[in-house]
C-alpha cells in the first residue's frame, strides 16, 4: 500500500505549464481568449492511476491469508466485495475530479504556420486574427512596425495599425492649430476648406478671430506670423514677396498694362494719374464720388471722375518689430479734373498679379468714359472690366509672368532656389485671383463677368465692345 501511495504523490507533483492563447480581432476591437491544455489529460491519467492503486489494494487484502495462515476460500463472495470497492472508488473519484471540457483548439503539429515570419507556432503562444495565425512578436503595426499589443487596433485596407499610428496618419489636422480635427456630436469630422487653396481647419477658427491674408485668403498658421498692415489688414509672408508698397514701385506695373490695352488696339490716350493709397484715403474718395458701382465688402481700386485731394504713399515702409510697418511716408495731391477720368486709385500692399488685375479693372473704366461709353448698367460696366482683368491676369500666367516678379526688401538676396518657389506660388496666386474673378457670386461682377467673358469668346473683344456702344448691353 505505501508503494502505491507513494507513487501518487510523485505523479501529483507535475508544474501546469503556460497555456496557449489566440486573439479573435475585429476592426476596432480585439477578443482574448484561452483554451484549455494538457493538464487535463495528465489529470484524467492520474485519476485512472489513484482507481487502480485502490482496486489492487484490496485485491491484496482479500487475498491474504487469514491468522492460521491459510487463504480466504470464497471467491465469489471476494469478487463481489471488489467489484463493490472499484465501483465506490469510482464515484468517490468522479465527483472530486469532474470530467474537464475538451480544449476549443486542437491543431495537428506543423498546421500552426505564423503569417508573419512564416515559420511553426508549435505549442508557443499566439494569435488568431485576420483569418489566420501569428507570433505574438510578428503581429505588428504597418506604420511603426512595432508589435501591437492592445486589446483594440485599427485597420486600413489589409494593414493593421495602432489606433495612435492610424490616427496619426489617416485623422485629418487642423491647418491652422495642427491639433486634430474635433468630431461634432454625431461623432463625425467635422472641418471647413478653402475652396481653391484646400486649407483645412476647425470651424472655430471661424469664429475665433483668427487673421486672413488680405490677398490670398488663407488662415494663418499657429506658428506663423503674418505682417500687419497699418489699417489692419494681414498680409501672408509668400504675398508679401512681390507685394507693392508705394506708387513709385507702381509705375512700371502700371505702364505695362497701359501697353497691353495698346496692344489690344484699346490705346488709353490721356495720361492718367496713378496713386497708391491707404485704405482710409480709398474710402474718403469713394464717398466723393458722385457716380460709379463698388464691390463689397472691401473695395480695392476706384478710378475718379472728380477733383479731390487725396493722400498717397510716397516711400515703401518697413517691416519692424512684431511683424507690423514702420516708417511710410505719406503725401497729400490735389487731382484736378482734365477729362472724364481724374486719377486711378489702387489699395497698396497687395500682390504685384492682384495689384496689377485691380489697374486692369479700372483703366477699363478709364477706356469708356473717354470713348464715350454712358449710362451702363453695372453688370455691363463691371462685368467687361473683369474680363479684361481676367485677360490680363490669364496672359501673365501663361507667359510666366513671375519671372519679373517686382523687388521686395528681401529679393536680392534670395537664393534661385527660393525665386524658384516664389514662382511657382506667384503663378498659383494668379490663378487663384482667376478664380476669384469666375466664381464671384455678386450681380455686377459675377454674372456680370460670366455674360461678358461669353460675348468676348463667341464674337470677339471688338465686335462685343460695338456691340454695347450700340446697344447698350452684351450680345447674345
Same mark, same amino acid.
Given at each position: 500500500m505505501m508503494k502505491w501511495l507513494s507513487k501518487l504523490f510523485k505523479g501529483s507533483s507535475h508544474k501546469v505549464s503556460d497555456g496557449h492563447y489566440s486573439g479573435a480581432f475585429g476592426d476596432d476591437n480585439v477578443i482574448w481568449h484561452v483554451p484549455s491544455n494538457s493538464m487535463d489529460g495528465q489529470l484524467r491519467n492520474e485519476d485512472e492511476e489513484l482507481d487502480h492503486a485502490i482496486a489492487l489494494s484490496l485485491s491484496e487484502e482479500l487475498t491474504k491469508p487469514d491468522a492460521s495462515g491459510s487463504s480466504l476460500q470464497e471467491p465469489e463472495e471476494n469478487d463481489e466485495e471488489l467489484a463493490r470497492a472499484l465501483e465506490a472508488s469510482l464515484k468517490m473519484g468522479s465527483q472530486q475530479n469532474p470530467p474537464s471540457q475538451p480544449p476549443p483548439y486542437s491543431y495537428p503539429r506543423g498546421y500552426r504556420i505564423c503569417a508573419g515570419c512564416n515559420h511553426e507556432i508549435g505549442y508557443g503562444r499566439f494569435l488568431s486574427c485576420m483569418g489566420t495565425l501569428w507570433h505574438p512578436d510578428c503581429f505588428c503595426c504597418v506604420a511603426c512596425g512595432l508589435p501591437i499589443r492592445e486589446h483594440e487596433f485599427s485597420m486600413s485596407g489589409n494593414d493593421p495599425y495602432h489606433k495612435s499610428c492610424y490616427k496619426?496618419?489617416?485623422h485629418p489636422k487642423c491647418d491652422v492649430c495642427h491639433q486634430f480635427i474635433p468630431t461634432n456630436r454625431a461623432g463625425l469630422i467635422e472641418y471647413r476648406a478653402? +475652396?481653391?487653396?484646400?486649407?483645412?481647419? &476647425?470651424?472655430?477658427?471661424?469664429? @475665433?478671430?483668427?487673421?486672413?491674408? &488680405?490677398?490670398?485668403?488663407?488662415?494663418? +498658421?499657429? @506658428?506663423?506670423?503674418?505682417?500687419?498692415? @497699418?489699417?489692419?489688414?494681414?498680409? &501672408?509672408?509668400?504675398?508679401?514677396?512681390?507685394s507693392i508698397m508705394d506708387t513709385g514701385e507702381c509705375q512700371p506695373l502700371y505702364h505695362e498694362i497701359r501697353d497691353y490695352y495698346e496692344g489690344m488696339i484699346m490705346k488709353l490716350d490721356q495720361q492718367i494719374p496713378m496713386l497708391l493709397v491707404e485704405r482710409q484715403a480709398l474710402n474718403e474718395a469713394m464717398e466723393g464720388e458722385k457716380d460709379g458701382h463698388h464691390h463689397m465688402p472691401e473695395t480695392r481700386g476706384l478710378c475718379l471722375s472728380e477733383e479731390q485731394t487725396v493722400s498717397s504713399i510716397l516711400r515703401r515702409p518697413k517691416i519692424g518689430a512684431g511683424n507690423r510697418i514702420t516708417g511710410m511716408r505719406t503725401g497729400s495731391q490735389k487731382l484736378t479734373r482734365r477729362c472724364e477720368v481724374t486719377a486711378i486709385l489702387i489699395l497698396y500692399g497687395l500682390p504685384r498679379l492682384l495689384t496689377g488685375s485691380i489697374l486692369a479693372h479700372e483703366l477699363m473704366h478709364g477706356w469708356l468714359r473717354l470713348n464715350g461709353f454712358r449710362n451702363l448698367s453695372p453688370a455691363v460696366e463691371e462685368g467687361i472690366c473683369q474680363v479684361l482683368s481676367h485677360m490680363w491676369l490669364e496672359s501673365e500666367v501663361m507667359a510666366g509672368s513671375s519671372s519679373n516678379v517686382a523687388s521686395t526688401s528681401t529679393g536680392a538676396s534670395s537664393s534661385s532656389s527660393k525665386k524658384a518657389n516664389r514662382s511657382q506660388f506667384e503663378k498659383k496666386l494668379g490663378e487663384f485671383f482667376m478664380h476669384q474673378i469666375s466664381a464671384d457670386t455678386s450681380p455686377a461682377y459675377g454674372e456680370g463677368f460670366r455674360l461678358g467673358n461669353a460675348a468676348v469668346v463667341q464674337y470677339g473683344l471688338r465686335r462685343t465692345l460695338d456691340h454695347i456702344r450700340l446697344t447698350g448691353n452684351f450680345p447674345l
Open positions: 496619426e496618419l489617416h478653402h +475652396p481653391f487653396w484646400g486649407q483645412r481647419y &476647425c470651424p472655430s477658427h471661424e469664429h @475665433d478671430e483668427t487673421p486672413r491674408c &488680405c490677398s490670398c485668403e488663407r488662415m494663418e +498658421p499657429r @506658428d506663423v506670423q503674418y505682417i500687419s498692415l @497699418d489699417d489692419g489688414r494681414k498680409l &501672408c509672408l509668400e504675398c508679401l514677396d512681390s
